[in-house]
């Protein structure tokens, strides 16, 4: 609705992908409803092997091209170095406040770390990393947060609302760990900026990278990075969300489900959410019965003589 | 597992036992060579199967998107699509047992909003309703729905997988990119199916399928004759074919069945009532009641000559002179050809443009987008459809409904809806000349 109010228009160009029905369905009203000069397009395999890498290596190269062409600009292999290491510097900020996250009593919260992570994808990189210098320099003196209720993981799809994070942690439990695609699952490691191709190592990084349900044929790496997530971040339960109308992820709450089912790794707490709009009283009601759900597991594991 | 383990099971059974009683039934009218070809195929179908069940062959499971020529030219191996035997409930049997199919595929956490489709292929896949494959095959198109079902598919069965990636353009290079992966997609059969592929078979089945891509061409010109005399309902039939039977001899068999009838009725001139508008049903059939289609041509003399599922692009035929050319033109028909990845893996440009060549060419008043409420990537597109036809000034009647799920929109509003469409705009726009 903001394209076809003319909201974008003072865009000089937008990048789209196919990692969904409807963002591809959207890169068509962008095309056709905007004055944007500029439309980007990659077409994303949908699946993360090696055979398949050199066709979204191409996919990069052309929209390189496009760009060229377009912005009468070069980037060549020393400006793709720079890049790169523009980004690792606000990848190496949010490695370092995902790391206080994890701690006995975290740093800040997961509703304050998303929009961190969001800030990271928004922000002209100089602005954010000085930012976040600023932060994490205060975060160290920062009194930890209690979780009284519980520590947890998120995961799930597009979430760009803190608020949102911010009804689940009311209930005193604490999102200590996330994969969401805007949150820790698009932070990649550092990528070496002095290899010969650098362009192919940053493809590299993100094709290989913990995927999005868009990837077919993932779920085993998925699963396995959310339970050492589990793990790692020495979390009580996880809170799995969607947007309504996700396909992909549709088939993921599926196949979590049923591996819980064998393997019953965690406990899991499953919402579904419209995109805009925070009820937050039904994720209050929804997380307040899950967290109570694994206090009572806690107790009766530590009334059995068992850890907490 | 042998044969009688599957026929027991009480979704196989009713299969069975219809089945017989409808050959019977449409045989009533010895001129009815489509739908009387077609249950022979699937009769034919069911007997293979359950003949690799009894024989202990390899069985392998693909979702809608992808055709089996490569499978049927392994030899001994089963191919079986997973959103088959829910689709048979519709059409055969009763279509309460492939709601149990949505409705449990949802109670094991599909949400609601998904496709039915893809839960009528989860839920018979949750009852182990397909003898157990040695591997699966997923392919994105035509939707998301179907990315949700693959990986669904790949954790149920929990043997090998293989991916097929279908890019976004509508190009050589995505022809060949799918085509490299056919490719590996032959070495992964040969390795979890213990068999080798014999490219004189896959000529051979290349050849079938190229008869019935042919006669498929030939039975949709007659199709395009003023007034249509061959049922709206088998409209979609060549969906079907693609996906079952393509690159065997049934599936020349039911085209022909389906050309000849057609042929024979429009040189007979046999009408049975009188045809006043001629619609594209530009979506998904209505699979639940597909004699909704009867009571159109009747109360309405509303027809569907072609529909989106029908249509069947011109985008050549597979050249068999060698392995790679018969895996190019393989991965052309999935990509360029398949109805609905044609039209929906890319941009709306081509699902307009096939729309407006159909109108043309088969002679239509209207188009009917029976919208089903789980398809995104047609719902995301339809206000650019909506403008397209307004500039080309073709009436458009948009309702919402399930084709798998007559619950979410009950049959009296459909029929209201089409009445109306027809009775207040179409045939006054039509006198008015």
Redesign the interface.
Known sequence: SMVLDGKYDFLDGEISA?T???V??????F??KTAIPFHG?L?V???P?E??FG?YLNELKNLIAGFEEHFNIKIDDEKMREAIRTANEIRTRLIAVNKMRLEDRPKLSGAESLAVHIAAQVLPPAVFTDLADRLIEKLKDRPGLESPRGRLVLVGAELDEPKYVEAIESQGALVVADLLCFGARSVLDPVDPDTTDPLAAVARAYFFRPSC??M??D?PNRWTTLTQLVDTARADGVVFE?L?????W??????????LKKEAAFPLL?L?REYGIVPTGQVKTRVQAFVEKLEIARAQKAASGGPE | MNRYDVINMPEWREIFQNLPVLRHFFTGDPDSHGIIELTRGISIYLEKMLHHVDSGHPFVWFNLGFNPELIFALGDVCPITIESLGVMHNLLGDIDTSLDFIDSAEAAGLPADCCSADKIGVGAMQRGLFPPPACTIGINTPCDAQVAATQVMAEISQVPFFAIDVPYYHNDETVRHVAMQLKELVAFLEEHTGRRMNYDRLRETCKLSNTTTETLWEWLEWRKQVPLTQSSKLAAMTLIIQILFTGTQEGVDIAKGLLREARERTERGERFFEERVRAVWYQDPMWTDIQMYDWFERELGLTVPVDIFGFYANEGLIDTATPETMLYGLARKMVACHPMARQFRGDMDMYIRDFMHLVEGWNADCCIFAGHIACKHAWGGIGLFREALRRADIPLLVFEFDMFDPRITPYDDIYFEVERFVNEIVLPRKQRG
């Open positions: 196919n969904c029905d409807h591809r369905r959207a890169f068509d009203v095309k056709k397009f077409s395999p949908r699946n092997r055979s398949l066709y349900a868009r077919i044929g779920f969607r309504i109308f996700c396909d992909p549709g088939g993921e709450i599926h196949n979590i489900m049923l591996r499953s579904e």
